[in-house]
């Protein structure tokens, strides 16, 4: 008997992936920031997201780290792994393989390069990763991020895919930043997990049943997400709303990936974390040293101890 | 001694790559289109090119198709695969593979995931992919389409990488479109194989410096273009001119891929053309056919005999 995994819900991370100097990927400080976002209250682990430089690493270096993570003790149903890609054979392995190591979910992209493609040539895509991959385990989330990806998942889609798939198609992670697309969204589509791509929207989105956020600056704040979350309906989750809404909006003036990079390296007294693979470039010390300025005096202490 | 080849000239080919049923490439027909644009008068085969539909193919596949043309004939030399990913590891293994093969050159995307990133995130994608396959007999173009890429290659980026490595950066394709920049890139850069992405622009690119051009629509008339080349200064080169511009109008109203798919399949009664890999979809019936009453209607007979 397969066990099938419950649709997740809460805050998802979308790991910061360390690389070492030869810029491969640093695998005993992947293990640390993922054991760390787990005891800080994250629900589950979105690795290989856009956060994560995923799109910067091959298949097989995912399909690796996958395997090191769950070796290392992490629970793989917490993993939502990014296994979209421009090839859809690589992202059949690595949704093949997320599946066979446990993975609660995985969150795939539309295939990103050949722009202004009709819907049906996208739902040939998820619909080929679903049946080759062939497997009842398998809970996909749909990835919409049309800014980076140019390629939308729009409603018609999502309806087709749920209405083909409905035991497979799980959710949808929303980073279009079009709250009310995602509201719309939240309405249309009752039975999928939609999970917003801000803190600052989670208030608001439980309230209209949005499953949670999958969020970048969540690398740097899961534990007060986490509590926000747990609060949610009493006095508390205000001050917590507060609390990460202010840091959420000083980090968004940078760019989140290598700003979280940053924001790690200084808590953690740790250089490595500034470390990125191109074409992404470590934030300079100039702008460093503003956002760190801005974050020190907003009064919201960042605790992070990897 | 190692052979260092010459810099590439004339009309190269981003080879339409066919696909089966299953979706897997169809290397019996890739052999057969390789084989006859090379009869045909192409100077060199641009394989896994934005209209081969190269990133929807992975970098093994990529790999296993250089070695069974390799195998079937094909002159290493005259190919110029599509080299570049989103992931480094993937642009170095397949630069590598290409290089090991005998490629006379490779054509080298930037990273096209994350945007808006620097010059020097870029610099050091080109830089590493040189580095790491460390072959002096690398020939590597440097492929600007910013419309799909979503990564320009600045002048400021060439000139960089020029100076750091004259013997690599043999040219570049450009696919921008902007014909004002071509001019100004063709004026900077005398020592570089730049090649635009349209048969129309020949006669005139020819004249300014131009190397030749690396274009979509020579996956239909190849020979005319070639042609064009051959008599490039004289009254003939014009009825070439006026011919190839005639159908590259025509085509160029509709997606180029699936276009010139529709063609092939046509002119050589085989409909296994049709098929395309997701998220691309085959061109509908009417806009087929009205695709083909207008080359019909123009005059110009296409000759594609596979």
Same mark, same amino acid.
């Given at each position: 008997?397969? #066990?099938? %995994?419950? /649709? ?6 979308? !790991?910061?992936?360390?690389?070492? @100097?030869? $810029? ?62 421009? #090839?859809? %054979?690589? /992202? ?6 997320? !599946?066979?190591?446990?993975?609660? @979910?995985? $969150? ?199």
């Amino acid at each position: 008997m397969t #066990a099938i %995994p419950e /649709a997740f819900s809460g805050v998802l991370v979308p !790991v910061l992936t360390p690389f070492a @100097g030869d $810029l491969e990927p640093d695998v005993a400080r992947f293990k640390r920031i993922c054991r760390w976002l787990l005891d800080e209250g994250a629900s589950g682990l979105a690795v290989f997201g856009t956060t994560s430089e995923g799109n910067s690493l091959t298949a097989t270096e995912r399909c690796r780290l996958i395997d090191q993570l769950v070796e290392a003790g992490v629970p793989a149903r917490r993993l939502m792994p990014g296994t979209g890609a421009c #090839a859809l %054979p690589d /992202a059949v392995a690595m949704t093949r393989h997320a !599946v066979a190591a446990g993975a609660g @979910g995985v $969150l795939v992209l539309p295939p990103f390069y050949y722009k202004n493609q009709a819907d049906e040539g996208f739902f040939a895509y998820f619909s080929e990763i679903i049946e080759r991959v062939g497997d009842p385990r398998l809970k996909l989330y749909l990835y919409h991020f049309p800014q980076m990806s140019a390629a939308p998942i729009t409603p018609a889609l999502v309806e087709r895919l749920l209405k083909t798939y409905p035991d497979t198609v799980a959710g949808l992670k929303d980073s279009s930043g079009d709250w009310d697309g995602t509201r719309r969204l939240i309405a249309a589509f009752p039975d999928l997990a939609i999970f917003p791509s801000s803190e600052v929207r989670l208030m608001e989105g439980l309230g209209l049943g949005a499953a949670g956020c999958i969020s970048a600056t969540a690398n740097i704040q899961p534990g007060p997400i986490a509590r926000l979350i747990a609060a949610h309906g009493s006095a508390e989750a205000e001050d917590w709303h507060r609390r990460i809404s202010t840091v959420r909006g000083i980090v968004e003036a940078y760019p989140f990936i290598t700003a979280c990079k940053a924001i790690v390296a200084r808590q953690t007294g740790d250089d490595a974390w500034l470390q990125t693979r191109p074409p992404l470039t470590p934030l300079d010390e100039a702008r460093c040293n503003q956002l760190f300025a801005a974050l020190d005096a907003c009064g919201v202490p960042l605790e992070i101890a990897l």
